[in-house]
């Protein structure tokens, strides 16, 4: 039988159907690379999991279905890191100085999937499962840690916006602090 992207996700993520009740609601193939390149979506009532490849690239990404799963996800490498890492390392990769700044192609694509499949299913379980209570303070964190490299790196945090005030500038991350302000009126944290 031939190796397909939809058979490797399959392999790897046949957990979140057997285990959590996940649907596969949607499966894209791709039409140049089927064997490494698709996108899958299962689905629960609350959850969402996605699986991609894309120029052999491997996401993968779990989130609330009543959020914009586009923008409003984590990954499962984030989660991975927030639970693992010691609450002395999570400052010093949320830190906004910059001195704290700290590297076969279907083998490298199913490794990535298994990866991401082991850290989704040990570490988001929780998600999985449809308990959010941790959304808020795993997503502060993925938001808190991207400003935080970013501005690190030297690049600008604040830019123009188009319209009426040209001289009016906004946060790149904007859309995320403004998706938090959200989240803590939702959890009673404002």
Known sequence: MKTTFFSMVMNNFQYLVDEYSFAVIKTENSEHNPEIEGRIEFETTTTFVTVSSEQWAVGAAVGRVKDDKYRFFLNPATIHEYIILTESDKKLVCSLDAKDNSNSVIEDINSQLA???????????????????????????????????????????????????????????QSSLDYLEKLREEYGKK
Do not use: C, M
């Not at 299913?121 to 490299?149: C, M, N, T």
């Open 115 to 173: 990866d991401y499949s082991r850290w989704l299913h040990q570490y988001a379980e929780p998600f999985l499962r449809g308990d959010f209570s941790q959304w808020l303070e795993l997503y502060e964190y993925k938001v808190i840690r991207s400003r935080a490299a970013h501005i690190r790196s030297g690049k600008e945090e604040f830019v123009r916006t188009i319209g009426q005030n040209k001289d009016e500038r906004i946060s790149i991350f």
